[in-house]
C-alpha cells in the first residue's frame, strides 16, 4: 500500500496507526499477567503445588522464566522483525498468543502446574518476538516528535492492563470456579487482540535482505554491538533494563512482604500489586504530559530520585506496622486498621509513578537514536536486556528467601540503588553535550517529519 500523511484532525490514539498497536499491546499484557499472578498466587497460597521444589522457592524461579524465555528468543526476533513485513508479524505472534492462552486454559481446568510454567515460559518467547515489531513499529507509524506521547501512550495502557491483570489473576482464582473463569478471560482477551491487530496498516520491513544468523550466541554478540556503537543508545537502554530488574524484583517479592511482613491474604496482595501498576500508568501520563516535543529525559533523573525516596519511606512505615499475633491472614478492609498501612499503600503508588516518568522518556530515547536499518535488531537488544534485568530480579528474591533478610530489606536495597542511580544521572548530565539529548532534533520535528502509514 501507499503510505498516507496522517489525520491531523483526528487524536493519535483513533488513528489507525496507533490503536490497534495500542490494543495488542493492552490485551498481551493483560493475559501475560493475568496468567501470572493467578499461578503466583496459587502457589504462594497453596492453591497449586509445585513440582520437585517448594512452592516459596518456585516462585522467584518462575517469575525469571518469562525474562529467560525473551533472552533466549530475542537474539532471532530482532533480526526477524527488521526482516519481514510489521502487519504481518504482528498478527503471527498474537495469534500465537491466542494457541498459548488456549493451552494455559487447560493447565487451570486440570489443576496441571507444569502446563501452566511451560505456558508462561513460551509467552516469553511470543512476547520476546511481538516486543521488536512493536517498538520497531512505532518510528514507522509516529513522528519523531510523537515519539514519547506514544510511548507514554502505551506505557500507560500497558500497566492498566497489568494492574487489571494482576488484581483479576489474584482475586478470581482464590473463588470456587477460579481456574474455569481465569480459563475462559484468558482465551477470549487473546483472541480479541489477534482479531483487532488484523487492522494494523502494512509498513515495509527494514531490511527485506537480511540473511538470518541462528547462531543465537554470536547473534547476541552482534546485536550486542549495534547497540553499543549507535549513539546515545547503550545509556538509555540499560536505564530501561534497570527498570524491568526493579520492576521484576518488586513483583516477586511483593507476595512474600505482604504475607510475611503484613501478614495481609491474596487480596492484599493483589491490591498492592493493582496499586504499583496504577501508579506506572499515572506516571506514563505526567510522562506524556511533560514532554510537550521534547525529549523529557531530565525528568528520568527526577523520577530516579523519588522512586529511592518512596522505597525509603515505605522500609520506615513497614518497620512501625504491627502484624496481628493470630495465625490467620489479614483481609484488606482488616490492614486499614493501622495508619503505617496508609502510607505503605501510598508509596507503592507514588514509586511506581516515579518509576514510569523514569523510564518513558528513556524508551523513547533508544527508539529516536536507533539507526533504521539495525532499529529492531537494537529494540530485540534491548529486549535482552531487559530480560537479563528481570531475571536478575528474580533471582535476588530467591537469594533473600534463603537468608534471615525479610521482604522489607529488599525494598531498602531498592531505594538505596535508586538513589544511587539518580547520583549518577545528575553527574552524567553536568558533562553530556546538550545535543545529545536530542532537544535540535524535537525542535525541528515538523521539518523531518515523513509520510507515515495510513491513519
Known amino acids: 500500500m501507499t503510505p498516507q500523511p496522517s489525520n491531523p484532525d483526528k487524536p493519535l490514539f483513533f488513528q489507525r496507526r496507533f490503536l490497534p498497536m495500542w490494543t495488542a499491546l493492552a490485551l498481551g499484557a493483560f493475559t501475560d499477567n493475568m496468567l501470572k499472578q493467578a499461578l503466583s498466587i496459587g502457589l504462594v497460597f497453596g492453591i497449586f503445588t509445585a513440582p520437585l521444589i517448594s512452592n516459596d522457592d518456585a516462585l522467584p524461579i518462575i517469575g525469571s522464566l518469562f525474562p529467560i524465555a525473551m533472552l533466549l528468543f530475542s537474539t532471532i526476533a530482532g533480526q526477524v522483525a527488521d526482516k519481514y513485513e510489521t502487519a504481518k508479524m504482528f498478527r503471527l505472534t498474537k495469534f500465537a498468543e491466542f494457541l498459548l492462552m488456549a493451552m494455559a486454559a487447560i493447565g487451570f481446568l486440570i489443576g496441571n502446574t507444569p502446563i501452566l510454567i511451560l505456558s508462561l515460559f513460551l509467552m516469553g518467547a511470543q512476547s520476546a518476538f511481538f516486543s521488536p515489531v512493536r517498538t520497531g513499529a512505532m518510528p514507522k507509524y509516529l513522528y519523531a516528535d510523537e515519539l514519547v506521547r506514544g510511548n507514554a501512550i502505551c506505557g500507560g495502557g500497558l500497566f492498566v492492563s497489568i494492574m487489571i491483570g494482576i488484581v483479576l489473576g489474584g482475586v478470581l482464582i482464590a473463588q470456587p470456579s477460579g481456574p474455569a473463569i481465569v480459563s475462559a478471560v484468558l482465551i477470549i482477551a487473546a483472541l480479541i487482540g489477534w482479531l483487532v491487530i488484523r487492522l494494523a496498516p502494512e509498513a515495509a520491513a527494514n531490511a527485506p535482505d537480511l540473511q538470518l544468523d541462528w547462531n543465537a550466541f554470536a547473534q547476541a554478540k552482534r546485536l550486542a554491538g549495534f547497540a553499543l556503537n549507535a549513539r546515545g543508545v547503550s545509556r538509555p537502554l540499560l536505564g530501561v533494563a534497570w527498570y524491568w530488574s526493579v520492576g521484576a ?207
Open 249 to 455: 524484583l518488586v513483583s516477586v517479592a511483593t507476595p512474600f512482604f505482604v504475607r510475611d511482613i503484613l501478614k495481609g491474604d491474596e487480596t492484599v496482595v493483589a491490591f498492592m500489586m493493582g496499586l504499583f501498576a496504577i501508579g506506572a500508568a499515572l506516571g506514563s501520563t505526567l510522562a506524556a504530559a511533560v514532554s510537550k516535543g521534547r525529549s523529557a529525559l531530565g525528568f528520568s533523573t527526577i523520577g530516579a530520585f523519588s522512586a529511592g525516596f518512596m522505597t525509603l519511606i515505605l522500609y520506615v512505615a513497614a518497620i512501625y506496622y504491627e502484624p496481628p499475633q493470630s495465625s490467620e491472614l489479614l483481609n484488606l478492609a482488616a490492614l486499614f486498621n493501622q495508619w503505617p498501612a496508609y502510607v505503605i499503600a501510598s508509596t507503592f503508588i507514588l514509586a511506581s509513578i516515579s518509576t514510569s516518568l523514569f523510564v518513558v522518556p528513556l524508551q523513547a530515547a533508544v527508539q529516536r537514536r536507533a539507526p533504521a536499518a539495525q532499529r529492531s535488531r537494537i529494540l530485540s537488544a534491548n529486549n535482552m536486556a531487559n530480560a537479563a534485568g528481570a531475571m536478575v530480579g528474580s533471582w535476588l528474591v530467591l537469594f533473600v528467601t534463603r537468608t534471615p533478610l525479610g521482604a522489607d530489606e529488599i525494598f531498602l536495597a531498592v531505594g538505596v540503588a535508586q538513589f544511587l542511580l539518580a547520583g549518577y544521572m545528575i553527574a552524567r548530565a553536568r558533562v553530556t553535550p546538550r545535543g545529545l539529548y536530542d532537544e535540535m532534533l524535537l525542535s525541528n520535528a515538523p521539518a523531518l517529519r515523513e509520510e507515515k502509514v495510513e491513519s
